[in-house]
């Protein structure tokens, strides 16, 4: 099969990129085809029924959706019908002795800070971190060159009106923890908070992260939504918009050619003048049989443990993301963990009761090469812990919780076919050099990457932000 464009993998990335490209080819005569490995779509972000049940598998919350940011943009060019709830607060971390509340509204959000953490200058710390991540969305959305390839987008980006959010680019190598001098705070919750945040938007802690991933991190919380039916109905949305989507077709392998490529998997094979994808990068050195991509840069990737199961519908919650606070966790590298509750009005979803998809942080050497004995020992240890915090913070009994299955890096693995079930892309660290940020990396002509492995990485309105861009530069 022939098509001038091919995307490989069905996930946020590879959904948006086709169906932005599938509108801008219109009347043109060009064609388009996504290949997806699974018989679902969404990737990282998508979704299984089980037991009358309609689950997150990963992700769980959309953000991005403030004028002019990615899927706000992103339902807007392509029409999707999407029924969105704004959720506030955007989360709510519970520590052993205390709640504290992420209000969308900036004071609201300063206010509850001064009053759990009165002796910090938490007017100082957070007008910063505002005025940073505000500067950071305005040069990315208003910068479509952005990874610049060339020193003709150099100088177009230096002519722009973003000009004036140049300037935050310094912030790019302080850490968080330097910028915002954490050291000096002697909270444990404090810091305990904000690392963590950091640990589910930029994967690392405050004094490995730049300053200005940090604070667009930091902030996503006033900007957090909810998909009425979950991620099944943001996926379902952008497939519609696919018109060669094709399932259960995994590509093996990837030969360059002189028109282009030729794409072989498990059914058939296709052959293009551009090659999209959307895989993590090290996924690629299988498919093309040589060494492009360096495995060592994945050693500071984390996977995740997930935990499913559902609870006693409960129409007042206060919220529905929860970061629970906690001691280190078995066989897991975070000291919290991640609550997304459904809707309790999404009949979609289920009618009498609500589902729980809980993750943390994990590393892949865990949960590898073990006897099932031990795999299974492990996954059990590790739920147990988990449950019986849930347990106590959501004052619940064990025996009101039901349909409870868990997911280890060997998981993802199967149904994303991610290099060792690494995902939330590559931790933002000063490790990284900054030009990493602002090339695209690809090793071959007309071979495209986007993904949360690349630019500019981590979460759905990341990667959609990259496929945006992308497709705006691509004819
Ligand atoms: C537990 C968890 C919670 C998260 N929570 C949030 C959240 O609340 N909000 C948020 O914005 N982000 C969240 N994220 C991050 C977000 O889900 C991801 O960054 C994003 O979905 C990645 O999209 P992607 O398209 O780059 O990659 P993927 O989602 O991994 O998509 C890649 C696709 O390629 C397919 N594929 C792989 N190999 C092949 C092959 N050989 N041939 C064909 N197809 C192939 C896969 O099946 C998959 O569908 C979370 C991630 C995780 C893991």
Redesign the pocket.
């Given at each position: 099969m022939e098509f001038d464009t091919i995307v490989?993998?069905?996930?946020?990335?590879?959904?948006s990129t086709t169906a932005l490209l599938e509108q801008k080819y219109k009347g043109t005569g060009k064609s388009i085809a996504l290949?997806?490995?699974?018989s679902l779509?969404?990737?990282?972000?998508?979704y299984f029924e089980r037991q009358g049940y309609l689950f997150d598998a990963?992700?769980?919350?959309?953000?991005?959706l403030k004028p002019g940011r990615p899927i706000s943009k992103l339902i807007q060019t392509l029409s999707l019908e999407l029924d969105l709830i704004k959720i506030a607060p955007g989360i709510v971390s519970l520590f052993p002795d205390k709640k504290i509340r992420h209000y969308a509204d900036e004071r609201k959000w300063i206010d509850e800070l001064n009053v759990r953490f009165p002796d910090i200058d938490n007017e100082k710390v957070w007008s910063r971190i505002f005025s940073i991540s505000h500067a950071g969305w305005k040069l990315s959305t208003d910068f479509p060159e952005l990874p610049l390839t060339n020193w003709s987008e150099v100088r177009t980006l230096l002519k722009s009106q973003s000009i004036g959010a140049l300037k935050i680019l310094p912030s790019l190598l302080t850490s968080v923890e330097e910028a915002l001098q954490l050291n000096k705070i002697h909270n444990e919750d404090y810091k305990a908070l904000i690392n963590e945040l950091l640990f589910?938007t930029a994967q690392n802690e405050a004094k490995k992260t730049p300053m200005l991933m940090g604070a667009m991190g930091l902030t996503y919380t006033d900007d957090t939504y909810y998909v009425k039916g979950g991620m099944k109905a943001f996926a379902t949305a952008l497939e519609k918009k696919c018109s060669n989507l094709f399932f259960k077709?995994?590509?093996?392998s990837i030969k360059r050619t002189k028109e282009g490529f030729t794409v072989v998997?498990n059914k058939d094979t296709f052959t293009c003048r551009q090659l999209i994808s959307?895989?993590?990068e090290w996924?690629h050195n299988d498919?093309f049989n040589e060494k492009i991509f360096n495995e060592k840069s994945s050693e500071d990737c984390w996977s995740?443990f997930?935990l499913y199961m559902t609870i006693p519908l409960k129409p007042d919650r206060e919220g529905l993301y929860f970061q629970v606070h906690c001691d280190s966790i078995p066989f897991c590298g975070s000291k919290s963990f991640?609550v997304?509750l459904s809707h309790p009005d999404d009949e979609m979803r289920s009618h009498t009761r609500q589902t729980v998809?809980i993750?943390c942080h994990t590393k892949p050497e865990n949960w590898e090469f073990l006897s099932q004995e031990e795999y299974i020992r492990r996954k059990k240890n590790t739920e147990d812990f988990i449950l019986d915090i849930f347990c106590r913070r959501f004052q619940l009994d064990r025996h009101e919780l039901a349909n409870i299955f868990t997911g280890s890096p060997k998981t993802?693995v199967k149904?994303?076919?991610?290099f060792r079930g690494l995902?939330?892309?590559i931790p933002h660290s000063l490790k990284r050099s900054p030009l990493n940020y602002l090339k695209a990396k690809s090793p071959y002509k007309n071979f495209y990457l986007?993904?949360?492995?690349q630019f500019p990485g981590?979460?759905?309105?990341?990667?959609v932000l990259g496929a945006q861009n992308l497709a705006a530069k691509l004819d």
């Open positions: 490989i993998g069905a996930g946020a990335a590879g959904l290949l997806e490995a699974h779509s969404g990737g990282c972000a998508s990963g992700a769980t919350t959309l953000s991005g589910i077709h995994k590509v093996t998997t959307t895989l993590p996924n498919l995740a997930m991640f997304s998809t993750s993802f149904y994303t076919n991610r995902v939330g892309g986007i993904g949360d492995t981590q979460g759905i309105a990341a990667v």
